[in-house]
């Protein structure tokens, strides 16, 4: 029998999401913290542009949520951009609280270096170190969860699936990194393990985003919904492993040129550089079909080397060391994936279709981002919806108490057989998925690319149980089964509408 683990709430994942959640349970429950990797990888610690939140003096949540809105392309939830944007300063003042220093002079509302991003109608994003949000908020959160009596941390240590009891989720089999598996029994499992950007052959996330708590949770039964929504970020630096080059650049006056110094988005919309996402990088991706891939080019140069340096000191580290001097050169960009705005369908207080599961961050699908995230808001959901789904399962687990610690046996529900593999499999490489996917299910997309996906992705078999010894051979199942589902998401939405672009069909109109 595998070694057995206990806790009042089972907390998978420690971005932003999972570290705000698991020292908000631990305020009146014990919290099992487990990670993948080490405490401080994953996406949150890789945030360049900063966390978006209503605290200038001509700034409101509700404007904040007509942007948010806006760039979600009508398909936002009411509802969850309201609780989003009007919990945000609070959020952000519970940071500060936990030590993250933002830039500039503290104090009340506008007295931070509030700075414009895509999208947004006023100067909203807060940022730390320049363009190292992330890595502060990260840092500040990690050392209060290793600090806090209540919180267990477990690095290294990957979800295997999760355990279902009578339709209720009871915890989950975890992998160590030597492949020994042990079970973790919880009266709330609230998964925080963040996107899937590994999917695809070019993406800024980190080697960790294998879209496991999204894969474990369709397996055990939960619903999820809004696959088909991938942001590709217009700006990742046109080398392999696709540095992220922040969206602020543009806010500060960079702008994008085609190969013959051309600027070509005011032709597209008349926010031009600032317009959001999904128009900025579809844009671009037209322009790099049109130069037979070749790359576009970021032009920063007007901004000054010392603003450059002081205002984005991470990137201009990155650029030098990649030979590029970005004071006086433009930088190659291309779109690369970065954020999954569909995932496990939750309410606002973060619990799923499954009793017993939550999930929040990016990992979960609240509605607030509709069809195109607002640039920044993904930290902010993760402070403010991973605070909601702790105290959600802090409640629950008063109510229904840690179950019988002796777990003999404990049924995983079926995968189902919508996206059953062929009779006849053949093998594949985690190279061959992301290349796919990249190439067929990726920015620009059509009916008769993603029906070729589809048929691909049917005949590769997953790992089976015997090859399942690794934490990579886990995430290749992962990858799979999430590949299959986005493509078969993307084929039942027939029309384009925000991230979700089909060459082959019209742009479906929403009111926002």
């Known amino acids: ?73 009508g398909l936002c939830e009411d509802e969850a951009v309201r609780v989003l944007c009007g919990e945000g300063p609070e959020a952000i003042a519970e940071l500060i609280d936990r030590g993250v220093r933002f830039d500039g002079a503290e104090g009340p509302g506008g007295a931070y270096a509030l700075c414009l991003e895509g999208a947004h109608g006023r100067p909203r994003i807060l940022h730390a170190g320049g363009d190292a949000t992330g890595r ?39 992998m160590a990194a030597d492949g020994s598996h042990l079970r973790a029994r919880a009266a709330a499992v609230l998964l925080a393990t963040g996107g899937a950007g590994q999917l695809f052959s070019r993406t800024t996330n980190p080697r960790v985003a294998t879209g496991d708590g999204i894969a474990a949770a369709w397996r055990a039964g939960a619903a999820l919904e809004d696959l088909e929504f991938y942001q590709f970020h217009p700006t990742a630096l046109a080398r392999p492993g696709s540095f992220l080059v922040s969206e602020a650049v543009r806010g500060e006056g960079a702008v994008l040129r085609d190969e013959h110094g051309r600027r070509f988005l005011p032709e597209v919309d ?38 450059l340096r002081e205002r984005f000191p991470t990137i201009d580290a990155a650029l030098r060391a ?98 059953a593999s062929a009779p006849s499999p053949t093998g594949w490489t985690r190279t061959q998925l992301q290349g796919l996917m990249w190439d067929r299910v990726g920015l620009l997309r059509t009916g008769a690319e993603l029906e070729a996906a589809a048929a691909q992705l049917a ?8 090859t399942l010894t690794t934490i990579t051979a886990l995430e290749d199942r992962n990858l799979l089964d999430l590949a299959r589902l986005l493509t078969a998401h993307a084929l039942a939405r027939p029309v384009s509408v925000g991230a979700h672009h089909r060459l082959d069909s019209p742009s479906e109109v929403l009111a926002c």
Not at 295 to 305: C, M, N, R
Not at 349 to 356: A, E, I, K, T, V
């Open 1 to 73: 029998m595998a070694a057995q683990l206990h806790a009042d709430v089972l907390v998978v994942g420690s971005g932003i999401a999972g570290l705000t959640a698991a020292l908000r349970a631990a305020r009146s429950a014990t919290v099992l913290l487990v990670t993948k990797a080490d405490l401080a990888q994953g996406a949150t610690r890789s945030a360049q542009g900063g966390i978006a939140a209503a605290l200038g003096p001509a700034d409101s949540p509700d404007q904040h949520a007509r942007d948010t809105r806006a760039a979600g392309v």
């Open 322 to 419: 990649a030979g590029i001097d970005w004071a006086r050169e433009p930088v190659p960009i291309t779109p690369a994936a970065h954020f999954m705005m569909g995932g496990i369908r939750t309410d606002l207080d973060g619990r799923s279709s499954l009793p017993g599961l939550l999930a929040a961050g990016e990992c979960a699908r609240t509605g607030v981002h509709g069809a195109n995230r607002l640039a920044s808001n993904s930290l902010l959901e993760g402070a403010v919806f991973g605070a909601r789904a702790a105290d959600a399962a802090a409640a629950d687990a008063a109510a229904t108490g840690v179950a019988a610690a002796d777990v003999v046996a404990a049924d995983v529900a079926a995968a189902g057989t919508v996206l």
């Open 136 to 174: 502060a908020i990260q840092r500040a959160l990690g050392a209060a969860a290793q600090q806090e009596a209540r919180i267990v941390v477990r690095e290294h240590t990957a979800v295997v699936d999760l355990l279902v009891e009578g339709g209720r989720v009871v915890g989950a089999e975890l």
């Open 270 to 307: 008349q926010r031009a550089e600032l317009a959001p996402r999904d128009v900025v990088a579809r844009a671009i991706a037209q322009v790099m079909t049109a130069q037979e891939g070749r790359s576009v080019w970021l032009d920063a140069t007007a901004l000054g080397q010392r603003h």
């Open 459 to 466: 005949t590769w078999q997953p790992p089976g149980p015997e």
